[in-house]
């Protein structure tokens, strides 16, 4: 009923962060005059945006029941979402919301620093037409043997790879004696988990086979690195796989 639906508005608003406006859910924390604010802008504050109080260890408990029984809009409503879902969905489908905006996964690439962010269905597109020479010519998933020359000290190799209908960039870096090969998809880790990889490089009569699963290109390359979610090795390791002229030959797949 009319009513009914001005009801679900007005608490649609009350649940509304005054802060970054997004829709609160539990926990809701409040200032010392009953002020709420979301769980993410709490620990960013000192004092309430709306009365200058501070803020109490106290929550909502009541805002937080109603907030059970309510439909959240997308936070990607912006961009064209129109789905409104009970909380306990609403997390799960910002992960995979076709409208949810993604930045181009050669962004954090040193000499690109691309600023282009769009739609997940936009992403290969923008590659092809920017960034064309970044493109790894192995689209089919097969693993095909690629030759990385002067792997020495600081080098560094990047490729974009189209698999699955996914875009992934495919990093290789030597840097403080060690190997890094990582594959990162863009778009949210938890998407990014379901997908593993496999590097072999190979030589005379040898040859190494590692596995990993994917990284996000929203994670700090720096943290994968520590973390050892990424192929690595020792760089005298690789030496054992490389020619004379600093070649190595070495297989991807996923």
Not at 184 to 211: C, D, R
């Amino acid at each position: 009923t009319f009513l009914q639906m001005r009801m679900k508005n007005d608490l649609m608003r009350e649940l509304e962060c005054p802060v970054c406006h997004d829709s609160m859910v539990p926990p809701i924390f409040i200032c010392e005059k009953s002020h709420n604010i979301c769980s993410n802008c709490r620990p960013e504050l000192e004092k309430c945006p709306t009365c200058q109080k501070p803020f109490t260890e106290s929550r909502n408990v009541a805002l937080e029941n109603l907030s059970l029984n309510m439909h959240y809009p997308c936070d990607y409503r912006e961009f064209g979402c129109v789905e409104l879902l009970p909380m306990e969905q609403i997390t799960s489908h910002k992960v995979t919301c076709p409208h949810r905006p993604h930045s181009c996964p050669l962004a954090k690439v040193p000499k690109v620093v691309c600023p282009w962010e769009g739609p997940p269905s936009e992403v290969q597109n923008h590659v092809l037409q920017a960034h064309e020479n970044y493109v790894d010519e192995n689209t089919t998933g097969v693993p095909k043997p690629t030759q990385l020359s002067n792997v020495i000290d600081n080098f560094k190799d990047y490729k974009v790879v189209f698999n699955k209908d996914k875009v992934f960039l495919r990093q290789i870096e030597v840097k403080d004696d060690n190997f890094y090969c990582v594959v990162m998809l863009t778009g949210p880790k938890e998407l990014a988990e379901e997908f593993t990889y496999e590097v072999k490089m190979s030589g005379e009569n040898k040859a190494v086979t590692v596995s990993n699963v994917a990284c996000s290109n929203e994670e700090n390359l720096d943290d994968i690195y520590e973390s050892g979610r990424c192929v690595s090795l020792n760089y005298k390791v690789i030496k054992n796989f490389m020619n004379d002229q600093n070649e190595l030959n070495l297989q991807i797949g996923f």
